[in-house]
């Protein structure tokens, strides 16, 4: 998979990229990120990139014209195998079934970040989706492109080490998440209570186990 990020604070991504499964999958060739300062698109001597809104309002909005060069340069033809997307309050919820959809049948992402108070309109001409991790406002689009690169990166084969770890965990099955866990130490002492591992995790009944973790797993 490859990422292509636009953003006006790409040192944002840095930290986080560089650690854990994300760093390991670069290192692996599982995936390839490159991040782009939108402000190499601008094309006045002061790099600006927004600018005040018709119609007066607060804030500032992202201008159209250094995206389109953004986008006529890292995608100059379309691909059925790539998404262009653009992070925003308004689009619809990102998701497991998204992100799962992504992994399977996408071979590379643009993600554009919002930021301000939006992006010209005009953008959604040039964009395939419009996409929101929640219902909030955040002060850019930098964390819902981690987020997107993470959720859809993990969900690639070889990625993660374990193939369980997927098929049991949280939403891997619509409206469903994970079951309970633990780890030693097998009793938790505080001052006032002691707090125990069930006894049937311990009991080396794989079936029964089974039965218990279907059970408690909960729902949404």
Known sequence: MKYQIITIFPEIFTSYFSHSIIARAQKNNLIDIKIHDLRKWATDKHKTVDDTPYGGGAGMILKVEPLYKALKELAPRKKKTRKIILTSAKGKTFNQTVAKSYSKNIKEMIIIC??????????????????????????????????????????????????????????NKVGTLEYPQFTKPQNFKTRKKILSVPDILLSGNHEEIKKWRQKHQSKQ
Request: no cysteine; charged share 30%; hydrophobic share 35%.
């Open 114 to 171: 919002g930021r301000y108070e939006g992006v010209d309109e005009r953008i959604k001409e040039f964009i395939d989706e419009e996409l929101s991790i929640g219902n909030y406002v955040l002060t850019g689009g930098e964390i819902p492109a981690m987020a997107i690169v993470d959720a859809s990166t993990r969900l690639l084969p070889k990625v993660l080490g374990n193939k369980e770890s997927i098929i049991n965990e949280s939403h």
